[in-house]
């Protein structure tokens, strides 16, 4: 029998079921909305292939949804740090069409190209690298925000377990995965050419945004030896759109407005907020 024939057939059908059969075919959408748009195109008189199609666009314009918030989720992104946060007017040298052109995706992702932001503590590099990984899920694009610390110390873990190259190959689903901090990760404190393994395996093929406090010539603290540090850094710029960041820390700037718009806390002055300064180090931010 052909599928024409059977489309022929005439066949019992049971509506009672027909909850069950939408589960069982995972189309929740179409087990929502069925019956009021049933009831909307028998008083339309709508042709019945118009119902069928109008439902399955509806079952795959939420499925899309569904995705995104999924990859929302797995993207571990700060919350709050998106574009509709984000002042450009604070960062004058940063151009918001580039960025705008960044977030959309499209060729850079697609050939493994990376973005590296640089700039002092408290200018943004972390909430400007959130918002562009926040606008490329959105677009559809898988993205994994972490700290570049904890990504080495999970990749230590499986070193130790042998299972380095899974534990990389398993990264490859992301479209961008963001290392914030890179500056923070100290070969003293631990092996540290995972990172550097991590890099190669996606060099040409899978993009990183790094974000960093100190510039290329201080990377020697990060990678084991010379000749990686070289390597990695080769492999990153290649293609690679660099941001420089250098402004005064918004945090403090903020800070110090709040600082002068309340008369309470007029006394806090730029000195006492830079006398701070070292605890921001060590909470990592
Ligand atoms: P960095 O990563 O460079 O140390 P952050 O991105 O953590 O700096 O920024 C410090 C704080 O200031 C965060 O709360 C961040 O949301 C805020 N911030 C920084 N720059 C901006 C900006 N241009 N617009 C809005 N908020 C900003
Ligand atoms: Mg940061």
Known sequence: MTIHDQAREPITVDLARLPTLLTALRLPTIGRLWSQLAERSDREGWPAARYLATLLEHELAERYQRRIQRHLQEAEL???????TFDFAAVPMINMSQITA?????SWLNKGANI????PSGVGKSHLAAALGHALVENGYRVLFTRTTDMVQRLQTAR?????????????????????DISY????????????ELISARYERRSLLITANQPFGKWDDIFPDKAMTVAAIDRLVHHAVILEINTESYRRKTAISRASNSSSDAKITTTQLDAKKPNRHVRGD
């Open 78 to 84: 700060p919350a709050g740090k998106s574009f509709a």
């Open 102 to 106: 960044l977030a959309a995706g499209g």
């Open 185 to 196: 990760v100290r070969k003293d404190q631990a092996e540290t050419s995972v990172l550097f």
């Open 160 to 180: 130790r377990d042998f299972t380095l190259e899974s534990a990389v190959d398993k990264l490859d689903k992301f479209d961008l995965l963001i290392l914030d």
């Open 116 to 119: 590296l932001a640089f700039g």
